[in-house]
């Protein structure tokens, strides 16, 4: 059963649903980034919940569908067939002057992500490519021959892995990349597993989004089946992987499908960073509900992950995005602090989507589409 919660705080500004969010450091929170479908993308101020920059300039009719942080300073914006990076150094509130990132996409954008040392920016599109421009050039590094067979959804870069890079698409297949040969290492195709039949089948699992976890051993994926994938990413390269791609058969990296918290698609994977080697998982979904899940990291790496639910929030707005922080790594938010005082930990969770029917007001005070909501929520303890 969910708990019914109310935000502890709302960041408002934007006119229609937000689409993505972007923490300018996940270890020391101060600033947001977010997209909609306004055709805006907005900065936002933790501390005073206050945006503090406007950023337009981009094709009339788009939406804003991915937001990305280099530093403190840049912002790349995706929206439409294109990528365009923000200067925030500028005093300005409202920035309309903003530079092409490469060439345009064949069709709509869907997300960007930057590797470690932000050289490299990989977008995935609607028509299913993945492309990774050098942006010490601003030309395309490599834009990989194979593709996915629908639109391409989601893409991360592996931390501690030079050349490694991961999507998902609505073709419900997970593709591992090495961005430096251009080809798959391997593939996870999620229809076809044996869980997938058996749960939520009415709803293909087209893969939403990703997340690595902190410590870079675990891959997160949200998918349209209401579960959650998990995989072992922390193994050195399987001399075999490309072998066994090729004979469509995948390594034994996936660990676990969490299949008990969502009623609908996952559409948002996070990981907060915290004091613990690994936080919690935090999944969102189009049935409203946020679940914090457990997974313990003394877990062997050999045989299946376990995750544990440990809170369900039902939030009343179906979830686009979400991003999340250990509470103590911000400022001082009253508002967050005095709602979290006796937990062992803490965490802001920030949420963007479309209200459910009947959500227009909450204790809170008034609710609209274009919110933010952000969660002060305890950590009950692991396991």
């Given at each position: 059963?969910?708990?019914?919660?109310?935000p502890?705080?709302i960041?408002?500004g934007?006119?229609?649903?937000?689409?993505?969010?972007d923490?300018?450091?996940k270890?020391?929170?101060?600033?947001?980034?977010?997209?909609?479908?306004d055709g805006?993308?907005r900065?936002?101020?933790?501390?005073?919940a206050k945006?503090?920059?406007?950023?337009k300039?981009?094709?009339?009719n788009?939406?804003?569908t991915?937001?990305?942080?280099?530093?403190?300073?840049?912002?790349?914006?995706a929206?439409?067939?294109?990528?365009?990076?923000?200067?925030?150094?500028s005093?300005?509130?409202?920035?309309?002057?903003?530079?092409?990132i490469?060439?345009?996409?064949e069709d709509?954008?869907?997300?960007?992500?930057l590797?470690?040392?932000?050289?490299?920016?990989?977008?995935?599109?609607?028509?299913?490519?993945?492309?990774?421009?050098d942006?010490?050039t601003?030309?395309?590094?490599?834009?990989?021959?194979?593709r996915?067979?629908?639109?391409?959804?989601?893409?991360?870069?592996?931390p501690?892995?030079s050349?490694?890079?991961?999507s998902?698409g609505?073709d419900?297949t997970l593709?591992?990349w090495?961005?430096?040969?251009?080809c798959p290492?391997?593939?996870?195709?999620?229809?076809?597993s044996?869980?997938?039949?058996?749960?939520q089948?009415?709803?293909?699992?087209f893969v939403?989004?990703?997340?690595f976890?902190?410590?870079?051993?675990l891959?997160?994926a949200?998918?349209?089946?209401?579960?959650?994938?998990?995989?072992?990413?922390s193994?050195k390269?399987?001399a075999?992987?490309?072998?066994?791609?090729?004979?469509?058969?995948?390594?034994?990296?996936?660990?676990?499908?969490?299949?008990?918290g969502?009623?609908?698609a996952?559409?948002a994977?996070?990981?907060?960073?915290?004091?613990?080697?690994?936080?919690?998982?935090i999944?969102?979904?189009?049935?409203?509900?946020i679940?914090?899940?457990d997974?313990?990291a003394s877990?062997a790496?050999?045989?299946?992950?376990?995750?544990v639910?440990?809170?369900?929030?039902?939030?009343?707005r179906k979830?686009?995005?979400l991003t999340?922080?250990f509470?103590?790594?911000?400022?001082?938010?009253?508002?967050?602090?005095?709602s979290?005082?006796?937990?062992?930990?803490s965490f802001?969770i920030?949420g963007?989507?479309?209200?459910l029917?009947g959500?227009?007001?909450?204790?809170?005070?008034?609710?609209?589409?274009?919110?933010?909501?952000?969660?002060?929520?305890?950590?009950p303890?692991?396991?």
């Open positions: 059963m969910a708990e019914i919660v109310s502890t705080f960041l408002r934007h006119s229609a649903p937000v689409l993505c969010l923490l300018c450091s270890s020391t929170v101060s600033k947001l980034a977010s997209g909609a479908e805006t993308a900065v936002w101020d933790i501390d005073t945006c503090v920059r406007g950023l300039g981009f094709d009339e788009t939406e804003v991915s937001v990305c942080f280099s530093g403190d300073d840049l912002l790349y914006v929206a439409g067939c294109q990528v365009r990076l923000f200067d925030l150094r005093h300005d509130l409202v920035l309309a002057q903003s530079t092409q490469g060439v345009s996409a709509e954008i869907n997300h960007i992500a590797n470690e040392k932000r050289t490299f920016l990989a977008t995935a599109d609607d028509s299913g490519h993945v492309t990774v421009t942006l010490r601003n030309r395309i590094f490599k834009r990989f021959r194979q996915h067979e629908n639109l391409a959804t989601c893409v991360q870069f592996q501690n892995r050349w490694d890079v991961w998902g609505m419900s593709i591992h090495d961005y430096s040969k251009g290492v391997e593939e996870f195709p999620f229809a076809t044996e869980q997938s039949q058996n749960a089948s009415v709803n293909p699992p939403h989004s990703l997340e976890s902190p410590d870079a051993r891959l997160a949200g998918l349209g089946d209401g579960s959650v994938a998990l995989l072992n990413v193994g390269k399987n075999d992987a490309e072998r066994l791609a090729r004979k469509g058969r995948s390594s034994s990296a996936l660990k676990a499908r969490l299949m008990d969502h009623s609908w996952v559409s994977v996070t990981f907060p960073r915290c004091e613990r080697e690994r936080g919690p998982l999944s969102g979904g189009i049935d409203g509900n679940v914090m899940w997974i313990p877990t790496s050999e045989g299946e992950w376990e995750g639910i440990k809170r369900r929030l039902h939030i009343g979830i686009n995005c999340s922080a509470c103590s790594a911000r400022g001082s938010t009253e508002a967050a602090n005095d979290t005082n006796q937990a062992d930990e802001l920030f963007g989507g479309t209200l029917p959500q227009h007001s909450t204790d809170a005070g008034k609710r609209s589409a274009g919110d933010i909501d952000v969660f002060a929520v305890s950590w303890g692991s396991t």
